[in-house]
């Protein structure tokens, strides 16, 4: 029985062990400068560095556009889903399905 192996390794893991979340930082695609998420929040996501406009999503954009955040989407009609049945290497039917998924919205604009 050794006490380096049974006593102190087993608590040694304990304490090294640290999660830490992946989202805390963000890279400035213009000037690549390190940016802390909740300052970047503040600016509005605007790198305090060279003034870049990261990407905002739709979904911020309108609750930063109108007064205190609520706003009222307008139904838009609904198209075919391919009308000059694209050609490419993939379906377009099949394109359109997979970036609703990963997007939730049903198409690439919103009416507010």
């Known amino acids: 029985m050794n006490w380096l192996t049974d006593f102190v390794r087993p608590k040694v893991k304990k304490t090294t062990t640290k999660e830490i979340a992946d989202n805390l930082w963000t890279k400035c695609p213009n000037c690549g400068q390190m940016l802390f998420s909740k300052e970047l929040k503040k600016?509005?996501?605007?790198?305090?560095?060279?003034?870049?406009?990261?990407?905002l999503y739709i979904d911020k954009r309108l609750k930063?556009?109108?007064?205190?955040?609520?706003?009222?989407?307008?139904?838009?009609?609904?198209?075919?889903?391919d009308p000059l049945n694209f050609k490419d290497s993939k379906r377009y039917t099949d394109r359109l399905r997979a970036y609703r998924k990963s997007t939730g919205n049903n198409d690439a604009i919103k009416v507010a």
Request: charged share 25%.
């Open 43 to 55: 600016s509005n996501y605007v790198c305090t560095k060279c003034g870049h406009h990261l990407r």
């Open 64 to 81: 930063m556009l109108f007064d205190n955040g609520e706003y009222n989407e307008v139904a838009l009609p609904r198209t075919k889903e």
